[in-house]
Structure formats: structure tokens, C-alpha cells
């Protein structure tokens, strides 16, 4: 049964969650602060964190990025459920290390899709992983390392989040052909067709760029092929 860690101060949010994606299947902790749920998580190590933003003490971002930076969890993919709409606030969690992002009010028959995505799309990675897959990608310049989630480019290695790595493998894979955001959204999101956000696809490919590329207002390895969608460059 995989198991949920739903951290928000707000125990009605909190326990209609919970309630919720018990019916599903779920095994779902709460938390009411960020401090008790990392100390929770390290106990009990869950599939998935769903994190509000506004919580008292450190926030939601602010323990995306810690959740991100200990050894312990950094690979465990996190949902933004949050009352913070402002694209700004979307790009700032994606920034944080978010997988997805959710705002309130929110319809609970959505967010179950988006947990079955995600959990759906880290099982096939660990599938993926099981079976063997390529050590490594090179193209050009750059080398995705499969077992590490690191990528190296000329200016040094990079560590990847889970979805990074399933949007640069997908990308690299497939060097050379154009995807469409919506494409995108059902290749390495596992999104129903015409579902999901543009803005979630564009919000990661900033986050690759800004890692990956020596300038990310000039990318010459992901590149957005006007009108069309994304490429990874392939070198002539």
C-alpha cells in the first residue's frame, strides 16, 4: 500500500485528505508543521509528500528544499496543495523541487489523479531501473549517468530530481525530435490526454536550463522550437 505524508496546519485540509485517499487505497500520515512531518518522514519514509505552502516556522518551500537536500529522502517526489496561485508562486515551488503543484480550493477526484501519476511514473523508474537500463545517455557534450541521476556537461556533474531526470531522459532518448508540452505531459507525467498544465512543463524545463545549460537565457542543449515544443539539440 503506498503510503502519503500530507503536511499542513490546517487539520481540515489535512484530515479531508486523508480521509480521502484512504478510499483509494492509501496509507496517508499527517502533519501540522514542517519539523514534525521531516521528523516523521525519517521514521517512516513515505511515497509521497503533499506539502502546503504557508505554515507557521519554516515553510512549504523552505522544507521541499530540505527534504531535497537530506540523503535520506531527497529522491521522494513532492505535490504542492496550496492556496498560493500566483504563477510566481507555482515557479518558485517548482524551484523548490516540486513535482507537481496543486492549488486550493481543490476537486479531490484531480488530486487523486495527480498522486496516481506520480506514483504511477516513480514505479516505472524503479521498474526501469530493475530491468537494466542503459548505464549512461551521451549526447554531444552531455551524459546522463542512469544509476546516479547525475548529468555531466563540460562545466561539471549535476545531481537531478527524479522528474528532472525523467524529463532529460525522455528528452535525450529522443534527441533531436520535437515534443509538445501536452506530449510531454503524458510521456514523463503519465497525464491523461489533454490534462495537466503547460506552465508545469515549462516551469521544469527552466529548472533543467538553469542547471544544465552555460547560459539558461540561451540554451543550446534544450531548445524551444517555436510554435512546435522542446528539443534536445543534437550536435552537427
Not at 14 to 28: C, E, F, I, N, P
Request: net charge negative; aromatic share 8%.
Amino acid at each position: 500500500m503506498p503510503s502519503i505524508l500530507a503536511i499542513d496546519d490546517d487539520e481540515l485540509v489535512s484530515r479531508t485528505v486523508q480521509r480521502a485517499l484512504k478510499l483509494y487505497g492509501y496509507h496517508v500520515m499527517v502533519a501540522r508543521s514542517g519539523a514534525e512531518g521531516l521528523q516523521l518522514a525519517r521514521r517512516h519514509r513515505p511515497d509521497l509528500f503533499i506539502l502546503d505552502v504557508v505554515m507557521p516556522g519554516a515553510d512549504g518551500y523552505q522544507i521541499a528544499r530540505q527534504i531535497r537536500g537530506d540523503p535520506l529522502l531527497q529522491d521522494l517526489p513532492i505535490l504542492f496543495l496550496t492556496a498560493k496561485i500566483k504563477d510566481e508562486d507555482k515557479i518558485e515551488g517548482f524551484r523548490a523541487g516540486a513535482d507537481d503543484y496543486m492549488t486550493k480550493p481543490f476537486n479531490m477526484e484531480e488530486l487523486h489523479l495527480r498522486v496516481k501519476a506520480i506514483l504511477r511514473r516513480i514505479q516505472a523508474t524503479n521498474n526501469a531501473s530493475a530491468s537494466e537500463p542503459p548505464q549512461k545517455i551521451d549526447v554531444g557534450e552531455v551524459t546522463l549517468d542512469c544509476r546516479t541521476f547525475e548529468v555531466k556537461t563540460p562545466d561539471g556533474k549535476i545531481l537531478l530530481t527524479n522528474v528532472q531526470f525523467d524529463l532529460l531522459y525522455h528528452l535525450m532518448s529522443n534527441a533531436g525530435l520535437i515534443f509538445t508540452s501536452q506530449q510531454l505531459l503524458q510521456d514523463v507525467w503519465d497525464y491523461p490526454r489533454d490534462t495537466g498544465s503547460p506552465e508545469l512543463v515549462r516551469a521544469h524545463v527552466k529548472n533543467l536550463r538553469e542547471k544544465i545549460e552555460p547560459q539558461p537565457s540561451e540554451p543550446v542543449y534544450i531548445r524551444t522550437i517555436k510554435g512546435h515544443g522542446y528539443t534536445f539539440s543534437v550536435p552537427e
